[in-house]
């Protein structure tokens, strides 16, 4: 079992639609939780860190289940310049500060 | 400030050959890593040097070589270049009670 889970997608989604994606985690020890973005050819870039109680950034909210051990994000009024691959992260904490990546949920938004 | 910062930004090595991969932060962070990310898979950490002065295996080490030249610079050597190794590398960097990381450009390495 991996360790991080997502659906790679792709999702097609129309400009101004609603998208939501999930993500689980295998190690109940992990410490914090973090939704990347990355451009096509590009690095990966902090878009949230995700809270417990749940947090919001413009369009975006993220929502941690700690014990389903589930993250989701939730991105509303979708945009085109929203189209990119959105990367769930953990981190198991400890010495390393450790970062699992999933391995991505590519997500395009239609004129 | 320009961030994490990586050279080259493309390479093409043959069978055998070395090369260093550099890195620079310039945010005064304490922690730097050095991650492959390959297509179907997550970023992948090579190495990782959590201060000045040390360094540690990550996930995936063999065939690989690190140096914590400062606190700004973090290179990564590949001494003997395989196919298995190309790839695209990221550096990133943490500040001490932080816990996200910031990744640099990345460079696409071929080996033929």
């Known amino acids: 079992r991996k360790e991080v889970e997502q659906d790679p997608g792709p999702f097609n989604v129309p400009e101004g639609a609603t998208v939501a994606f999930n993500c689980t985690y295998s190690n109940s020890a992990s410490q914090s939780f973090f939704w990347y973005r990355q451009d096509c050819r590009k690095e990966p870039k902090l878009l949230m860190s995700v809270y417990s109680s749940g947090n919001e950034d413009g369009r975006f909210t993220a929502q941690l289940n700690r014990a389903s051990q589930y993250i989701s994000l939730l991105i509303r009024d979708s945009k085109l310049s929203d189209s990119a691959t959105y990367l769930c992260?953990?981190?198991?904490?400890?010495?390393?500060?450790?970062?699992?990546f999933g391995t991505g949920t590519l997500l395009a938004v239609q004129p | 400030n320009a961030g994490v910062t990586q050279t080259p930004k493309f390479q093409v090595l043959k069978t055998g050959q070395s090369m260093t991969l550099q890195c620079a932060q310039d945010m005064n962070h304490n922690s730097m890593y050095w991650y492959r990310q390959d297509p179907g898979m997550g970023l992948r950490l090579i190495y990782y040097s959590a201060s000045e002065g040390t360094t540690d295996k990550g996930e995936v080490p063999n065939g690989y070589n690190v140096s914590r030249l400062n606190k700004r610079e973090f290179s990564l050597r590949l001494e003997s270049a395989a196919p298995s190794q190309t790839s695209v590398y990221f550096c990133a960097s943490r500040t001490s009670g932080r816990d996200e990381q910031y990744f640099g450009p990345g460079t696409r390495l071929t080996v033929t």
């Open positions: 992260v953990v981190n198991l904490g400890g010495a390393t500060n450790k970062l699992i």
